[in-house]
């Protein structure tokens, strides 16, 4: 006895409805082939890893935590203008945007910044479109060895700006070695 059935990419199957021998019904050659791929990979070499001591390298194409960069000024780059935003598909990053006050120069580029800027790293898939949308090159993906930890709650790993906005001294640094 044969039936019909539609796959989901629209082509037609015929799925026979056979009876099983005798040894089939037994399973022991399945048996035999599991155990066979069982011994097969027991003289294997073992590829985990002593975490805490031992440190796997990374990948060339590893994208890392999200990072706030800083002007040669020191200045935060980010603008507030929201295309890290819209471009990212997990909908992880939210924004508020403020104006600059006059005695606030030192610290932001222009006259607009992000007073409140959060990336739900729960959310975020690392994709680094955000990066690549920003026209100021404020938000970058790190490619040190700088992870994001596991925790308990969720409420530490929503990232604000304190979290992600390079360090002052990081930014001086940077400055010095293009110099």
């Known amino acids: 006895m044969s039936i019909q059935t539609i796959s989901l990419s629209g082509r037609k199957k015929q799925v026979a409805n056979k009876k099983m021998s005798f040894i089939e019904r037994l399973y022991l050659v399945a048996i035999f082939k599991g155990l066979a791929t069982t011994l097969k990979h027991l003289f294997k070499k073992k590829v985990t890893i002593s975490y805490p001591e031992e440190k796997r390298p990374f990948s060339d194409v590893y994208r890392g935590q999200h990072t706030l960069m800083r002007d040669e000024e020191g ?18 990053i939210t924004m508020k945007a403020a104006e600059r006050k006059p005695e606030e120069k030192h610290l932001y580029r222009e006259e607009k910044y992000a007073e409140i800027y959060e990336i739900n790293m729960l959310r975020c898939i690392f994709c680094g479109l955000c990066e690549e949308a920003c026209p100021k090159q404020a938000i970058y993906l790190t490619k040190s060895k700088k992870i994001v930890h596991a925790d308990y709650s969720r409420e530490h790993f929503i990232f604000g700006k304190e979290q992600l906005v390079m360090p002052l001294d990081a930014a001086i640094q940077n400055t010095q070695k293009l110099a």
Do not use: I, K, N, Q
């Not at 200045?75 to 992880?92: D, K, Q």
């Open 75 to 92: 200045r935060e780059r980010c603008t507030a203008c929201g295309l890290c935003a819209l471009s990212c598909p997990a909908e992880a």
